[in-house]
C-alpha cells in the first residue's frame, strides 16, 4: 500500500465519518423537547404563522425526510436563521469562526513547539532537577482544567498585575486591519500594519497560553517517556561510542522516532483545545465560535448549535488528516506500507 | 480440597502484600490514595465536618458577606455571605456523584461493544461498532457533551446523561484493542475448541483479563469525568445554584475578580485537587497492575 492510497482511504473515512456525525447533530437537534418553529416565531405569533412555518421548514414531513433536507441545505452552506442574532448561521460563522481558529491555531503552536521542547529537556537531563521541575508543573498543567488556568491568568495577569489586556482581540485605539482571512495577526501583517499585529499578537497570549497549558503539559509528558525510552536504545549508545556529539544525536537521530507518539496525540489535542476554548473564550470575552456557540447553547438555538458542532467536526478531521500525513512523514514503515494497524 | 483452598488464600493474601508493596514504593501514589481518601472523607461526612452545613443551599446572611479568609471563614465568605469552605465540602459530593454516575452508566456498555468489535473482529460487527466510536470521537469531547446537556434540562442529572453518551467509545476503544489480541491467544482456541459458547469465551475467558487495565482507567477517568462536570457547571449547563457545585461557584465568583478572589480561586483549587488526587491514584494502580494499554 503506498502513501496515496493511504490517504486515499483515509479520505474516505472522513467522509463517512462527516455523514454519521450529521446524523448524529440532527438526532440532537431533534431531541430537544418543543415546536423549533414555534421557538423561531416566537410564543406570541398567531398559529398560522407557526403551521406555515411548519410547512416551510418541513417538520411535517417524516424524520428521515426532514433529515434529507437539513442534508442539502448544510451542504450548500445553508443552516437557516439564528434565533439570537436574527441572521443566517452562515454569515455568523463567517464572521466568528476566524477569531477562533487564530485562538486554537496561536494555543496549538505553544502547545506543540512548548512541549516537544520541554519533553526534550527533561529527557536529555532525565533525573536532574530540570526534570524533577518539568514533571511536577506538566503534571499539575494535565490536571488543571483550562477555564481554571484562564481565571487565574486573568487574576494575575490581568487584574492584580494589570500587565495584559483582559478582553477582546484588539485594544479600542487600534483600526481593524482590512478583512483578508480574518486572523487579525496574519492581515496586519499582510497590511504592514506592525501596531496592529503587536497588539492582536499581545491579546491573543493569555487565552492563548491558558488554552495550550493543558496540551502542552500532556505532549511533554509523552515526549519525555519517548524520547527516554529511546534514548537507552542501542542504537545510542552506539552513536556515543563513535563519539558522536550529544547535539547531533539529539538533533539528527533522536528527535524523528521521538517525535511519532507525540504527534499522534496532538490531533487529540486539537480537539480539547476546540472544546476548551468553549469556556476560555467566554471568560476573556473573545469574540469566537466557541462564545458564539456557547450563547446559542444557553438559548436553545438549534440552527447555530447543528452548525458550530459541525463546523468543529470538519475542523477535527482535517486536523486528523494533516496529522496522519505528518506521522506518515515521520514513520517510514508507513511510507513503506508496512501501514500501521488502527 | 480444603488444603488447596487454604493455599489459594495464602497465595491470594501474599499477591495483595506484593501489590501493596509495589504501589505503595512511590510517593506519589500515596499521596494521590489519601488525597482521594479525604475528598470521599469530607464529602460523605460534609454535614459533620463543614463548620456552617446549612449555607450549603439558599442561606443569606448579609452580615458576613464577603468575608477574605479569617478565622471564622478559612476560605472566606461569598456575596450573601456563605462559607466558602462548607460549600465545597458539599461541592465534593456532587463531583463524586459525577463521576460515579457517568462511568457506571459508560463503562458497562462501552466493555461490552468492545469485547464484542473485538471478538468479531474483520466482520460487519466490528465495522458497525467502531465506525459509530469514530462518529462520536469526531467532535471534541466537550463540545458535544454541552451541546446535548444544552438541548435537555439545564441539571445535573442531564449532564451526567451528556457526559455519558460521548463517554462509552474510549472503553470501546480500549476493550476492542485488548480483545482483538486476546481472541488470538490459546486459552481462547481451546475453549472454542471444546464447544465454549460465544458468551462464555466473551466473559469468562476473555474479560477477566482486561480487567486491570478496565480498573486503571476507570481511576483515572474519575478525574476527568470530575473536570468535565465541572465545565458544564461553570457555563451553567451542570449543578444549578443555589446548590454548590464546584463550576457553578467559580462561574459565580469570576463576577467578583479582582476584589473578592478567594469566592472563585478556593473552589477552583478544589476542582485541582480532586483530579489531580484521581490521576494520581490511577497512574499508581498502573504501574501496580502493569496496564501499559491505559
Given at each position: 500500500m503506498g502513501f496515496a492510497s493511504f490517504l486515499g482511504r483515509r479520505a474516505v473515512h472522513s467522509v463517512f465519518v462527516l455523514l454519521g456525525l450529521s446524523i448524529l447533530i440532527f438526532i440532537i437537534a431533534r431531541i430537544m423537547p418543543g415546536d423549533p418553529a414555534r421557538m423561531a416565531v416566537g410564543a406570541r405569533a398567531p398559529q398560522w404563522v407557526v403551521d406555515n412555518l411548519r410547512e416551510q421548514m418541513h417538520l411535517n414531513d417524516p424524520l428521515y425526510v426532514q433529515y434529507v433536507y437539513w442534508l442539502r441545505d448544510a451542504m450548500r452552506g445553508d443552516f437557516g436563521i439564528s434565533l439570537v442574532t436574527r441572521r443566517p448561521v452562515a454569515d455568523d460563522i463567517r464572521e466568528f469562526f476566524p477569531a477562533t481558529l487564530e485562538l486554537a491555531l496561536f494555543a496549538g503552536i505553544i502547545n506543540g513547539a512548548g512541549g516537544i521542547i520541554l519533553g526534550a529537556v527533561s529527557a536529555w537531563q532525565k533525573d536532574k532537577w530540570v526534570d524533577n521541575v518539568v514533571r511536577i508543573v506538566s503534571y499539575l498543567g494535565v490536571v488543571t482544567p483550562s477555564f481554571v488556568f484562564a481565571i487565574l491568568f486573568l487574576l494575575l495577569f490581568g487584574m492584580a498585575l494589570d500587565w495584559m489586556p483582559t478582553m477582546g482581540r484588539l485594544s479600542a485605539d487600534i483600526s481593524k486591519p482590512p478583512l483578508i482571512t480574518g486572523l487579525l495577526t496574519v492581515d496586519s501583517l499582510l497590511a504592514g500594519d506592525f501596531r496592529a499585529f503587536f497588539d492582536a499578537l499581545w491579546h491573543l497570549i493569555l487565552p492563548g497560553v491558558a488554552l495550550a497549558l493543558g496540551g502542552m503539559s500532556q505532549e511533554a509528558r509523552i515526549t519525555r517517556s519517548t524520547m527516554s525510552d529511546n534514548l537507552t536504545k542501542d542504537y545510542?549508545?552506539?552513536?556515543?561510542?563513535?563519539?558522536?556529539?550529544?547535539s547531533v544525536i539529539m538533533r539528527s537521530f533522536l528527535l524523528k522516532p521521538s517525535l511519532i507518539p507525540t504527534v499522534s496525540i496532538l490531533g487529540l489535542d486539537f480537539a480539547a483545545t476546540l472544546g476548551n476554548a468553549f469556556l476560555v473564550e467566554l471568560i476573556f470575552v473573545w469574540p469566537g465560535l466557541s462564545r458564539y456557540g456557547i450563547n446559542a447553547m444557553l438559548r436553545k438555538d438549534l440552527n447555530a448549535i447543528s452548525a458550530v458542532i459541525l463546523v468543529l467536526g470538519v475542523v477535527f478531521i482535517i486536523t486528523n488528516i494533516a496529522v496522519d500525513i505528518v506521522v506518515a512523514r515521520l514513520d517510514p514503515r508507513i511510507q513503506l506500507g508496512a501501514g500501521r494497524s488502527e | 480440597m480444603v488444603s488447596a483452598k487454604v493455599l489459594g488464600s495464602a497465595q491470594r493474601s501474599e499477591n495483595l502484600r506484593r501489590s501493596w508493596y509495589k504501589f505503595s514504593r512511590n510517593r506519589l501514589s500515596?499521596?494521590?490514595?489519601?488525597?482521594?481518601?479525604?475528598?470521599v472523607f469530607l464529602a460523605v461526612f460534609a454535614p459533620v465536618v463543614a463548620p456552617y452545613p446549612q449555607h450549603a443551599s439558599a442561606f443569606v446572611d448579609f452580615e458576613n458577606a464577603s468575608r477574605p479568609p479569617c478565622r471564622t471563614y478559612p476560605f472566606g465568605t461569598d456575596v450573601v455571605g456563605r462559607d466558602i469552605m462548607s460549600r465545597?465540602?458539599?461541592?465534593?459530593?456532587?463531583?463524586?456523584m459525577m463521576g460515579v454516575v457517568v462511568l457506571s452508566l459508560v463503562v458497562p456498555p462501552?466493555?461490552?461493544l468492545g469485547l464484542v468489535a473485538g471478538y468479531y473482529q474483520g466482520t460487519w460487527v466490528d465495522t458497525v461498532i467502531m465506525r459509530t466510536t469514530d462518529i462520536?470521537?469526531?467532535v471534541p469531547p466537550l463540545v458535544l457533551a454541552l451541546a446535548i446537556a444544552s438541548v435537555l434540562t439545564p441539571n445535573l442529572f442531564n449532564a451526567m446523561l451528556a457526559v455519558s453518551l460521548m463517554w462509552w467509545p474510549w472503553y470501546c476503544r480500549l476493550v476492542y484493542g485488548l480483545a482483538s489480541t486476546l481472541r488470538h491467544e490459546f486459552f481462547v482456541a481451546s475453549a472454542e475448541t471444546i464447544g465454549a459458547s460465544r458468551f462464555h469465551i466473551l466473559f469468562r475467558e476473555i474479560l477477566p483479563n482486561c480487567i486491570s487495565p478496565i480498573f486503571t482507567k476507570m481511576s483515572l477517568d474519575m478525574g476527568w469525568v470530575i473536570l468535565i462536570g465541572s465545565s458544564l457547571s461553570f457555563v451553567g449547563l451542570g449543578v444549578q445554584p443555589p446548590r454548590p457545585g464546584l463550576g457553578t461557584m467559580v462561574a459565580d465568583g469570576s463576577k467578583y475578580?479582582?476584589?473578592?478572589?478567594?469566592?472563585?480561586?478556593f473552589p477552583a483549587l478544589a476542582i485541582v485537587l480532586v483530579v489531580l488526587g484521581f490521576n494520581l491514584l490511577g497512574d499508581g494502580l498502573r504501574d501496580m497492575l502493569g496496564a501499559e494499554e491505559v
Open positions: 545510542i549508545a552506539a552513536e556515543r561510542s563513535l563519539g558522536i556529539p550529544g | 500515596l499521596i494521590g490514595l489519601f488525597t482521594v481518601s479525604l475528598v465545597i465540602f458539599f461541592g465534593f459530593r456532587f463531583s463524586l462501552g466493555v461490552i462520536f470521537l469526531a475578580l479582582p476584589d473578592q478572589w478567594w469566592i472563585a480561586v
